[in-house]
């Protein structure tokens, strides 16, 4: 009997080391599923089979509980009651609860389902907090919810948008919450502030596995501060609402931490994640985001972009293509994008012919008149362009002066303009530089359009905000991880290669190739007047060009009658 006893007792403590442990998987029993405070738990839900959990041995000086529930992109529902009512219950990807715990309660419960077809992988986790801290959502007056702790997400291709609600200040189990906004003193919620933080996943990583693992360093208010990085601070002044840099095919966490600085506490909203991308849609879906066209066209771009970056000065006509092709394209697909609604493949072989024939007129006008200076100002503004891209690709892009514009253009086109005005004493280490630079650029958006790269988003988050009026409040950081480091470090070697081969090559040459006109009149003024030329007894052009036209004419004549042509002899 003693032996049965302690086997018994070994039974009930290997059950309650399962359920303190950091990650727990499956269920307790069928339909029930059993919690600890701060302990993560992986279950599958399935539509037919509706789950409840529970949360037992709740500590007296626990006032509120915030219980959340995490997938990758299909939605579960979690409600405080088994009829799951609007105002009682949330739904989407990442959603959470706060239950206001009663005098004396030990216990509390929530209810989980699933309308999806598919079983749905979910982590969950419930969170305690004092009378000291604050309340996440608990002046919410735009959500369904009375207390609302969620962070709402909206994407585009432009930007994505996380809204929250404002928080309340903390109170004891069974006092009556304090007014949202009867005062705007210190003992009002008005003294709270919000600090928004972002944290990205690893790139190229589309595994549930790997978001449900990174999910966990971006709940609680320790992990956020250590793991995420903190974009900005908002007062109870500023609208609860912030905007971020979209990135298609790249992961990334966010959260709000709301900070009582008069009792030093604070508390963590549920967090929120996207890829800018859908992974149900069949077009822009996540796992084939690469267009087809994007690809050809970038790897051509970067065929030509290799060859400037180490031939560019020495082909000067070569390098006058690439520059106005630029010139050209980029101005032409912003006015089409803006102003026309054609669909994106037919945009951009547009812009492809467009630009082609900018970088045609621009070698045209080098050829007639030879203006070296106005030649090299477009060169000096494709690299003042980059330049100043990089600029604000840096944390200085992100200040707040810059979010006007008036501001941000003026400043953007005054770094671009600086460029060709400083280098115009030595136009040939100009040109050198901009055929490294520039053209191992390229190279790098061809990389980007088969393997995701941050480096891509130098230039094109200033396209964005040529292109969308909203943008100019959203925040561009990015990720900068592994791939980007070696990217980085593969433009560099390019570029470096590229200008050092170049001005070796270039000693003791001339800076620039003799106006070609100039050339060819002269040319031609030799032929016409040196009769021993061989060319000089060739016809002009239009003569021979007229003895073309006649030999065709010819073929469609008609065979005259045979006979005798000539008169006979009397």
Request: glycine share 8%.
């Amino acid at each position: 009997m003693g032996l049965l006893w302690l086997l018994v007792l070994a039974v009930l403590a290997s059950e309650h080391g399962v359920a303190g442990g950091a990650e727990a998987f499956g269920n307790s029993s069928e339909g029930l599923l059993e919690f600890s405070l701060g302990k993560f738990r992986y279950f599958k839900l399935r539509r037919s089979f509706p789950e409840e959990a529970i949360l037992h041995h709740i500590s007296s000086n626990v006032t509120f509980i915030i219980f959340q529930i995490h997938s990758q992109y299909q939605n579960t529902t979690v409600s405080f009651s088994r009829t799951f009512l609007p105002n009682a219950s949330e739904t989407g990807t990442n959603r959470g609860l706060v239950f206001i715990l009663r005098p004396e309660q030990i216990m509390c419960t929530w209810h989980l389902k699933t309308l999806d077809a598919e079983p749905v992988q979910n982590v969950a986790i419930p969170l305690s907090y004092s009378e000291r801290d604050p309340i996440p959502g608990g002046c919410n007056l735009e959500f369904d919810l009375d207390i609302d702790p969620n962070i709402y997400l909206e994407y585009n291709f432009f930007e994505t948008t996380i809204k929250f609600a404002p928080a309340n200040l903390g109170y004891a189990r069974g006092a009556d919450p304090p007014p949202c906004d009867v005062g705007t003193g210190r003992d009002s919620r008005w003294r709270l502030q919000y600090d928004v933080y972002q944290y990205f996943l690893p790139e190229n990583d589309l595994t549930e596995k790997a978001l449900l693992k990174h999910l966990q360093r971006m709940v609680q208010v320790s992990q956020v501060e250590a793991n995420a990085v903190k974009v900005v601070t908002l007062t109870a002044d500023d609208k609860t609402s912030v905007s971020f840099s979209s990135f298609p095919g790249q992961g990334a966490i966010y959260n709000v931490i709301v900070w009582d600085p008069f009792l030093n506490t604070s508390a963590a909203y549920v967090p929120a994640h996207t890829y800018a991308c859908s992974f149900k849609t069949v077009e822009g879906n996540c796992a084939s985001l690469g267009r087809v066209s994007t690809k050809v066209f970038f790897t051509l771009f970067a065929l030509l972009g290799f060859f400037i970056c180490f031939f560019g000065h020495r082909f000067w006509k070569t390098e006058l293509f690439f520059v106005g092709f630029i010139f050209m394209g980029f101005f032409f697909y912003i006015l089409t994008t803006r102003l026309t609604p054609i669909k994106y493949d037919v945009r951009l072989i547009l812009t492809a012919i467009t630009g082609s024939v900018g970088g045609i007129f621009l070698v045209a006008t080098w050829w007639r008149f030879g203006i070296l200076t106005l030649c090299m100002l477009c060169v000096g503004l494709v690299l003042g362009f980059l330049i100043s891209s990089v600029t604000f690709f840096t944390p200085l892009g992100n200040l707040k002066v810059f979010r006007d514009d008036g501001v941000f253009w003026v400043t953007f086109s005054g770094i671009a303009i600086l460029i060709p005005v400083v280098f115009m004493g030595c136009l040939r280490i100009l040109n050198i530089l901009t055929c490294g630079v520039i053209g191992s650029y390229s190279v790098v958006l061809a990389v980007d359009s088969y393997l995701y790269t941050s480096l891509s988003y130098i230039t094109l988050n200033v396209l964005r905000r040529a292109l969308n009026e909203d943008f100019h409040s959203a925040f561009t950081n990015v990720p900068f991880q592994t791939n980007d480091f070696i990217i980085l470090a593969v433009w560099g070697m390019l570029a470096v290669s590229g200008i050092t081969l170049q001005i070796r090559r270039e000693r003791g040459r001339p800076f620039f190739p003799p106006h070609p006109y100039k050339l060819w009149k002269q040319e031609r003024d030799r032929r016409v007047t040196n009769i021993l030329d061989p060319s000089y007894h060739i016809p002009p052009l239009r003569e021979r060009l007229y003895g073309q036209l006649a030999q065709i004419k010819e073929l469609f004549q008609k065979e005259q009658p045979a006979g005798e042509r000539t008169p006979l002899l009397l």
